[in-house]
C-alpha cells in the first residue's frame, strides 16, 4: 500500500528553525513536492525534489533520499506567517500525488 | 490570471440532494483534478482529467461525476448527497503531469444534513 507518515504538530519559536520529516511508500515515485496550507486556505506549492539531495529556495529548503523513502523540509528564520500546515506529496508511478495528513507548524512568539 | 475559480465557496445540502461544483481555470492547463480533504486527513483524488473529453477516477470516486467538455471547465456533480460526502474540496489544475506544480482552488465547504 502506499503510506505517508508525517508529525501531526509541531511547535516552533519565532526566529528559529524547525525540520519536518516524511517518510514514505509509494507504488512507483516520480518526485516529491512540499506544500503549505494556511487554515482555512487552499495549498500552495512550496518545493519539489526529484534526485536526492537538499534544495534551497530562500528560507525555506527541501532534502530527498529516495532511497530510504525519506524527505524533510527546513524552514530557516522562522516568522508568524509560517505558521500552517505543511503537506509531503511524493508522485507515485502514475503521477498521482499521494498526499500526507500535513503537519500542523504552530510558531511562538 | 484569475488563476484557478470555484463556486460556491460554501454550501449547506439536505440528505438526497443533488449539486454542481463549479470550477474553472484559466492558465491553458490540461490537466485538473477534483480532490476531498477531511479533518486530520490528507487530500483525497476524487477524479482527475488529462484534457477536454478525457476524465479518469481517482481513489475516492463513488457518488460523484465529472465532465470535461472545455479546457477551461470542470464541475464535480454530487448525485444523492450523503453525510460522508461533508467536506472541503479543492479544485486544481496543471500543465502536465511529471514534476509540474498543481495550482488549486480557493474551495468548496460543503455540509450535508
Known amino acids: 500500500g502506499q503510506n505517508i507518515d508525517q508529525p501531526t504538530e509541531m511547535t516552533a519559536t519565532e526566529g528559529a528553525i524547525v525540520q519536518i520529516n516524511c517518510t514514505y511508500q509509494?507504488?512507483?515515485?516520480?518526485?516529491l513536492f512540499w506544500y503549505q496550507q494556511h487554515a482555512g486556505e487552499a495549498p500552495t506549492f512550496l518545493s519539489y525534489n526529484v534526485l536526492d539531495g537538499l534544495e534551497e529556495k530562500g528560507r525555506f529548503s527541501s532534502f530527498l533520499s529516495r532511497s530510504k523513502g525519506y524527505s524533510y523540509l527546513l524552514l530557516k528564520e522562522l516568522q508568524m506567517k509560517d505558521s500552517a500546515s505543511y503537506l509531503c506529496a511524493p508522485q507515485d508511478s502514475n503521477y498521482q500525488l499521494i498526499w500526507g495528513a500535513g503537519t500542523k507548524l504552530i510558531i511562538k512568539p | 490570471n484569475a488563476g484557478v475559480t470555484q463556486t460556491p465557496k460554501f454550501r449547506i445540502l439536505k440528505i438526497g440532494q443533488s449539486m454542481t461544483l463549479q470550477c474553472a481555470q484559466d492558465m491553458n492547463h490540461n490537466y485538473m483534478y477534483w480532490y476531498r480533504q477531511d479533518p486530520g486527513m490528507g487530500l483525497k483524488l476524487i477524479y482527475y482529467s488529462v484534457g477536454a473529453g478525457i476524465t479518469d477516477k481517482g481513489e475516492v470516486p463513488n457518488g460523484y461525476n465529472v465532465s470535461r467538455s472545455t479546457t477551461e471547465d470542470f464541475p464535480l456533480r454530487l448525485e444523492l448527497a450523503a453525510p460522508s460526502q461533508t467536506s472541503v474540496y479543492f479544485c486544481a489544475s496543471s500543465y502536465s503531469l511529471e514534476g509540474e506544480t498543481q495550482y488549486f482552488g480557493p474551495g468548496t465547504r460543503l455540509l450535508v444534513l
Open positions: 509509494t507504488s512507483g515515485f516520480n518526485g
